[in-house]
């Protein structure tokens, strides 16, 4: 962590290529954690009008979560869930994998494209044949 900010602040004649790589690999990064972050919201977002929702709460932080909350038929409630460190992991898990049971598919195609694939899945199911077919678990009154 402190080596970066060491070779930028290198005023040797060296350092200059040194903050350049360090920048350029930034940029990289950065450039690849956006092209994630936009096919997500992209899957996502044919997600939520498959599934009856205004596509564009995909864009909302909050709202997004109670959206897909509506689409796996958990609780409203479980955002709170997503607040707390390490039992965020395990709700993330369950509510992939009822999302993906919500479109006909199975435990395995949640686990693994929803949740370790990071949204690949999101795409699968909004581009793909797949219907909502309701929510899989069912609401608590």
């Not at 954690?33 to 996502?44: N, R, S």
């Not at 039992?87 to 199975?106: C, R």
């Amino acid at each position: 962590m402190t080596l970066i900010p060491a070779l930028l602040l290198q005023e040797e004649v060296g350092g200059g290529a040194a903050g350049a790589a360090a920048s350029g690999i930034a940029s990289i990064m950065m450039i690849l954690m956006l092209a994630v972050a936009v096919v997500f919201i992209i899957g996502l977002w044919k997600v939520f009008v498959k599934a009856g929702q205004p596509g564009w709460a995909v864009l909302i932080p909050i709202y997004n979560a109670y959206i897909l909350l509506k689409i796996a038929g958990r609780p409203g409630w479980w955002i709170l869930l997503f607040m707390i460190p390490l039992v965020n992991i395990v709700i993330v898990a369950l509510v992939s994998i009822d999302v993906a049971k919500s479109f006909g598919q199975s435990a395995v195609f949640g686990l693994v494209l929803l949740f370790l694939l990071c949204g690949v899945g999101y795409l699968f199911l909004g581009f793909g044949k797949y219907r909502y077919v309701g929510p899989a678990a069912s609401v608590p009154r």
